[in-house]
Nanobody, 117 residues
């Protein structure tokens, strides 16, 4: 069993920055990647960024150059640094584990990010 707790969301003005954190606890032994997703009102949940245990990353084109994903393996924490935020980045942001050896994925509860003046 794995528990994920996101934090760091809030209200920010356009052009501002936020850093989201996702703290994982439980049996993370077989999980090799972590990802951030987001879901805006009335839209489907979409992948924002993904990072492997080895540090390889990939981010969505819509946030490339503005968002950076990183992780501290010793702390089992994954981060999403968000810069140059736009109103269209407003969404609930979720972290998600990669699959366990049993093919199970875990989600956090989400954290709201609102970009507005």
């Amino acid at each position: 069993q794995v528990q994920l707790v996101e934090s760091g969301g809030g209200l920010v003005q356009p052009g501002g920055s936020l850093t989201l954190s996702c703290a994982a606890s439980g049996n993370m032994f077989s999980i090799n990647s972590m990802a951030w997703y987001r879901q805006a009102p009335g839209k489907e949940r979409e992948l924002v960024a993904i990072i492997t245990t080895g540090g390889d990353t990939n981010v969505a084109d819509s946030v490339k150059g503005r968002f950076t994903i990183s992780r501290d393996n010793a702390k089992n924490t994954t981060y999403l640094q968000m810069d140059s935020l736009k109103p269209e980045d407003t969404a609930v942001y979720y972290c998600k584990t990669g699959p366990t050896v049993y093919g199970v994925y875990y989600w956090g509860q989400g954290t709201q990010v609102t970009v507005s003046s």
